[in-house]
């Protein structure tokens, strides 16, 4: 069975940083894309940063220039570095990804449990 654990949320003053990690475990036969999404009380989930399996990327404007997404493909592993957070970055925080499990031959969208992140003083 895949599944993805997230970790690294919790509390930080602005202008603070703080790395959350995702992992995909299970019978994994590929990893295509690996995003990071958030939701904040009120609104919809938003895509905050995607990369691919070769490496490109793009970022949600709000977070351009202080987040940084990354992957390690030999561990499954996304990664979100965020940098000079702001109150308004406060959310839960979830990691989502397509996945092949082995012995299938479709590409199924897998999601974390969700990490808060909270920015206050």
């Known amino acids: 069975q895949v599944q993805l654990v997230e970790s690294g949320g919790g509390l930080v003053q602005p202008g603070g940083s703080l790395r959350l990690s995702c992992a995909a475990s299970?019978?994994?036969?590929?990893?295509?894309?690996m995003d990071w999404y958030r939701q904040a009380p009120g609104k919809q989930r938003e895509l905050v940063a995607r990369i691919t399996s070769d490496g490109n990327t793009n970022y949600a404007t709000s977070v351009k220039d202080r987040f940084t997404i990354s992957r390690d493909n030999a561990k499954n592993t996304v990664y979100l570095q965020m940098s000079s957070l702001k109150p308004e970055d406060t959310a839960v925080y979830y990691c989502h990804s397509k996945i092949r499990p082995l012995r299938d031959f479709v590409w199924r969208d897998y999601w974390g449990q969700g990490t808060q992140v909270t920015v206050s003083s």
């Open positions: 299970g019978s994994i036969a590929g990893v295509n894309v």
